[in-house]
């Protein structure tokens, strides 16, 4: 079936300094790649939604200049915390839709951002 | 907008009970519905999913769940539950408009504890 790479796994950096997250489809093109991200104890919330070979749409409270994304081709997406501060620790994850509408998303493992 | 909600936020059962985890959203158009569960330490998987059809989906593991469209609800369910099963469950919905960014919404997500 559809995977998806997300890599770092795990990464710890210290304050003010930026991440580079990298999210990639193995088996399949995807134009459309979503970011989100998980408090503790709480649900996916989406940042934003990567579009191959355009700007990346953010949703509502999501600093776009603080949370980079570059979706450079129809395999990778990047997304970079940039000037990260402690309240930016959090767990990051990919998706990637894999078919036609409703076809399901598939979800990379994800990355433990901890900024120290 | 879109939301979901999972009314437990833990639940906590012994091996061999019967599950019904609750999820309801708010959209008046045709939906896509899923249930995505995360293993401690792993990334989100698909359980199943609802596009049409048959109200009653089955999915891996032996679960399955019910769309009930005047009740706005996608409940997942299994009639016994084992150890192995302990994780986070998610419901998801998306709203399919024939186009459009084919984004996600989530529940907050339910923690099930089976007690050996």
């Known amino acids: 079936g559809a995977v998806v790479s997300q890599h770092p796994s795990w990464v710890i950096c210290k304050s003010g300094t930026s991440v580079k997250i990298e999210c990639r489809s193995l088996d399949f093109q995807a134009t459309t790649m979503f970011w989100y991200r998980q408090f503790p104890k709480q649900s996916l919330m989406l940042m934003a939604t990567s579009n191959e070979g355009s700007k990346a749409t953010y949703e509502q409270g999501v600093e776009k200049d603080k949370f980079l994304i570059n979706h450079a081709s129809l395999t990778l997406s990047t997304l970079t915390v940039t000037s990260a501060h402690p309240e930016d620790s959090s767990f990051y994850i990919c998706s990637a839709r894999d078919r036609g509408p409703g076809y399901g998303y598939t979800f990379g493992s994800g990355t433990r951002l901890t900024v120290v | 907008a879109q939301s979901v909600s999972q009314h437990n936020h833990h639940v906590i059962l012994s091996e061999a009970a019967s599950l019904e985890l609750g999820c309801n959203y708010s959209y008046g158009g045709t939906v896509n519905l899923f249930w995505y569960v995360q293993y401690p330490g792993q990334h989100l998987q698909l359980l199943l999913k609802?596009?049409?059809?048959?109200?009653l989906v089955k999915g891996i593991k032996g679960f399955e769940a019910e769309f009930i469209k005047s009740k706005f609800s996608f409940n997942l369910r299994k009639p016994s539950v084992q150890w192995s099963d302990t994780a986070e469950y998610f419901c998801?919905?998306?709203?399919?408009?024939?186009?459009?960014?084919?984004?996600?919404?989530f529940g907050k997500g339910t923690k099930l504890s089976v007690i050996p």
């Open positions: 609802y596009f049409s059809g048959d109200p």
């Open positions: 998801a919905v998306y709203p399919y408009s024939g186009a459009g960014s084919y984004q996600l919404t």
